[in-house]
């Protein structure tokens, strides 16, 4: 490997969220002194991400299978949906064990300064998803959990999606205690997020 491989290694390494240059290089040293443990099984790993992983048709979710493991559970409450912005926060939602109701995921939160615009996010999928399942007895969706950031943008997105389901049968509730004003739901503690949907309210 020459040094310019390492310098682009570094370079791909550090735009990795939480990485800086420094992190980056600290890293690339770490797999290059491991290069036949560390780097292969990570490598391997890599690899069978990027070829068997797929996005979920309904929900957005990832999986080895186009439609996700929470959308094929039958055992899932069918009449309610939590919407969230990234995949990160169904997951930091799906560990306390504590919500039992399926998912919609949007893809990122609305911003004008990063330039995401409703039409870049799955808001229409949303959408089309709460109407068809009015036709449905089993499976209707009778309430719409908004679980946002406590930050601008997922404040904006949040009033966004309940502007535009409102005029659908549907409850529209969103977090409440416990999620501090700036703050990711990703980074909060089991009992933090437990919490803010237990004492979900309307609005």
């Not at 068997?52 to 439609?67: L, Q």
């Not at 943008?153 to 205690?177: A, Y």
Request: net charge neutral; aromatic share 6%.
């Amino acid at each position: 490997m020459s040094v310019g491989e390492i310098e682009k290694l570094v370079n791909c390494i550090s735009r990795l969220p939480g990485m800086g240059f420094r992190s980056a290089m600290r890293t690339v040293v770490h797999l290059l002194k491991r290069k036949h443990t560390v780097m292969n099984h990570l490598i391997k790993s890599l690899t069978d991400v990027f070829e068997n992983v797929k996005e979920c048709g309904i929900c957005g979710n990832i999986d080895v299978k186009s439609t996700c493991f929470i959308c094929l559970d039958k055992k899932r409450d069918f009449s309610t949906l939590c919407v969230v912005s990234d995949i990160s926060d169904l997951w930091a939602i799906e560990r306390t064990g504590f919500y039992r109701g399926r998912y919609h995921v949007l893809g990122g939160k609305l911003s004008a300064i990063d330039g995401v615009r409703p039409e870049d996010l799955n808001i229409t999928r949303l959408y089309r998803r709460v109407c068809e399942s009015e036709d449905s007895d089993d499976e209707a969706i009778r309430e719409v959990i908004i679980a946002m950031s406590a930050d601008l943008d997922g404040q904006t997105t949040m009033f966004f999606v309940k502007d535009k389901l409102k005029e659908l049968s549907v409850k529209i509730t969103t977090l409440s205690h416990g999620v501090p004003i700036g703050s990711d739901l990703e980074g909060l503690d089991d009992g933090t997020l437990i919490a803010a949907f237990k004492h979900r309210h309307s609005f």
